[in-house]
């Protein structure tokens, strides 16, 4: 313990000594590390980041770093379902890397009518009524909805 003390203090006194003198006390130079080329240690995908290594061939000193996501590449995008006038359709894209599919799906047209027509008009007392021709797109038609029947200010009911 003796020892120590008088070691620490030798150590205060030269350097006392050191500075009053004039001469400064140089530290040791900074290690320049000397890396190896980076080695992949995950690849990137496309949907998680990768990291990569180099080694400073001086210390052993590993530096890491993040390499990001790659991100999906998509391929064309092709219907696989057509909608039609009561029932939508679907279309799908796929990543040219990993094969994940995206599938979006594409609203239904509704029918398209060719003409509508009045068959009764509506009257203070009775609703009236109107009949739509066939759609254009898929052929159904013959549809009669009521329609109701009209507030005529003054008019009398009977």
């Known amino acids: 313990m003796k020892?120590?003390?008088f070691g620490n203090m030798a150590l205060i006194v030269?350097?006392?000594?050191?500075i009053s003198f004039g001469c400064a006390v140089q530290p040791d130079p900074v290690h320049t590390h000397t890396f190896t080329a980076w080695e992949t240690e995950r690849a990137a995908s496309c949907t998680e980041d990768g990291k990569s290594v180099?080694?400073?061939?001086?210390c052993g000193f590993d530096e890491t770093k993040t390499v990001p996501a790659t991100g999906h590449?998509?391929?064309?995008?092709v219907k696989?379902?057509?909608p039609t006038c009561t029932e939508k359709g679907e279309?799908?894209?796929?990543?040219t890397v990993c094969k994940f599919e995206e599938k979006t799906p594409i609203p239904a047209l509704?029918?398209?009518?060719k003409t509508e027509t009045v068959v009764r008009k509506a009257t203070c007392t009775e609703a009236g009524e109107k009949r739509t021709d066939?759609?254009?797109?898929?052929?159904?038609?013959?549809?009669?909805?009521?329609?109701p029947q009209r507030d005529i200010p003054g008019a009398r009911r009977r």
């Open 3 to 5: 020892m120590r003390k």
């Open 14 to 18: 030269a350097l006392t000594a050191a």
């Open 54 to 58: 180099r080694h400073c061939t001086d």
């Open 73 to 77: 590449k998509w391929g064309e995008t």
């Open 80 to 82: 696989t379902a057509s």
């Open 91 to 95: 279309s799908v894209r796929r990543c």
């Open 110 to 113: 509704g029918h398209q009518w």
């Open 134 to 147: 066939e759609c254009i797109r898929c052929g159904a038609g013959g549809e009669t909805p009521p329609f």
